[in-house]
């Protein structure tokens, strides 16, 4: 188990920052984890352990077998445990796995499987023992394409036949490289070598799921908080829609001293991302976003500067979008962008047109540039003896300039009006929504509205802002191509860069890349297909893999498909959870999770960030120094 530890740990070696934030955004929480409370930072020992929130956007389903929504998967995580988990600095930890190992060919993986762990129902009864063949089951249910997981494809851009299967190549399921070699050991095989497997084992496609217990319930698996089994820290007693849940600690868990917060009250307000700061203030709540509109009056303000704190930043990219396949109603003229988004001066002209800092300013206010990020896969994600990925090959010169150059964006609209004209009608109506659950998203549309046409023209780009509800937004917004020009994000499911390029990877469903006009070479798919294929054949040759993967993300840049925007993470909070505590790793749920985190007496403020930050980051670099040893 050490050699794996140290692959995984050299793979973490560099990361900082938190983790997930939310693409269909709610008022966010902290998220949880094991150690131990400072006390220079507060004392907790009279303190309730009952945690209370706000939410604006609602869950669309618990399932989590089938879903990629974070707000959605954020919940399983404190419901289900996973093989592994990571601890507050990073290092693997055991968690239903006791142990495991690897062949000596890096294509068998077998994980022995912690005994006496328990299903429960949602009223704490006991429904089953937590054994391999629940790793089985969830993933053939994955696996079947007819359940429409929305994270199959990582499960099978690994497993050994398991593409073949969702593909219905083969209908044994046995031939796939997932098996239960008894009650307590579980084997996976892989399609080739995979140095970076146990970073993936803690994203929601490698969860168990009882059978027994997906054959009963069918098709109402995980449509409410009854129709799920637990095996995790909390079980949801309570589940009413659009009016609030109850998440309370599992009393039968197997690590239950560990568990602090006894329950989690989040309580649905269709205006909590501006309701909240106050009811914090009221102690009705224990977390607020303090948004850039109000920043400077509560940093003027001595009681509330002393609740306040900066949020690190984490490794959700954020970037724009332009869509490929216009599903929008016909009032916005999607045949018109459809030949619009299919130039390539249209699609640069906008690339450089997008003045990034005046966009961020709406959440940064003090410090735009620490989130502004160049390129799709972020800094300090990965590197090669310590040359950060972002400055391998053509992609360093991305990295390291500003998109936003006024000259440049009307030099490509002047080229972009010429070759258009007679085939496009100007000016090109651009659709861009945004969630009305937050509402610095409102504030950043209104800017880039007003920014961009400015700059470009009226006669040239009309940009009409949508405002759409939180609930629901993914799937009737981006997931439905609803949209010409959006704002998405995307955080890592695992340590490599290969995670970044799922978005736009056929199969997705982002912008539709594949559909772009003049990209498809001799084998029938698009030049970035191939160079991603390229880059995912060669699993021997670290430094020539990533070096293949920064080659193909260059070339998405260039050609603006995307413009890089941001990194996650950042703004301001007001919260009773120490960050320093949570579980700590920039893929998968473990950051998600509750366990281990205690409720503070008062919220941490700017200057307690900072030094537990500098002790955090020396405390991480000798735990993870130990653990390679």
Sequence with gaps: MKRILALILALLMLLVGCTKGEQNKQVAVDKPTEGEQSEEVTNISDVVQEYRTVYAGEITTINYLVTATTSEFALAANFVDTLIDYDRYGVPQPCLATEWNTSDDGLVWTFKLREGVKWLTHDGKEYAEVVAQDFVDAMKYILDSNNESKTANIAYSVIKNAEKFYNGEIIDFNEVGVKALDKYTLEYTLEKPTPYFLSMLTYVCFFPANGQYLSEVGDRFGTDNTTMLYNGAYIMETFEPQTRRVLVANESYWDKENIHIKKIIS???????????????????????????????????????????????????????????????????PENWKKAVNNLNFRKSLFHALDRKAAMLTAEPYDPEKRISNTITPKNFVDLDGLDYTQLGSLSNFANTD?????????????????????????????MPYNTGSTEWANRAQVIEQQMENLLGTDYIDIIIDPKPPTGFLKEVRRSGNYAFLECNWGPDYADPETYTDPFYPGGTYNWPELAEGYVEANGNTKYQNMVDAAKEEVLDIEKRYNLFAEAEAFFIDQAFVIPYALGGGGYSASKLNPFESPYSPFGVSAERFKGQKIMEKPMNSEEFSAELIKWEKERAEALKAARN
């Design 267 to 333: 309580t649905y307000n269709k205006e909590a991302g501006t309701l909240a700061p106050e009811l914090l203030l009221r102690g009705d709540i224990d977390y607020a976003d303090i948004s850039s509109s109000i920043i400077d009056g509560w940093m003027k303000d001595s009681t509330k500067a002393a609740m306040v704190r900066p949020n690190r930043t984490g490794f959700y990219t954020y970037f724009y979008a332009f869509n490929f396949d216009p599903q929008f109603p016909a009032e916005y003229e």
């Design 403 to 431: 998109s936003f150059n006024e000259s440049l964006a009307q030099e490509y609209r002047d080229k972009a009006t010429e070759e258009l004209k007679g085939k496009a009608t100007f000016p090109i109506k651009v659709l």
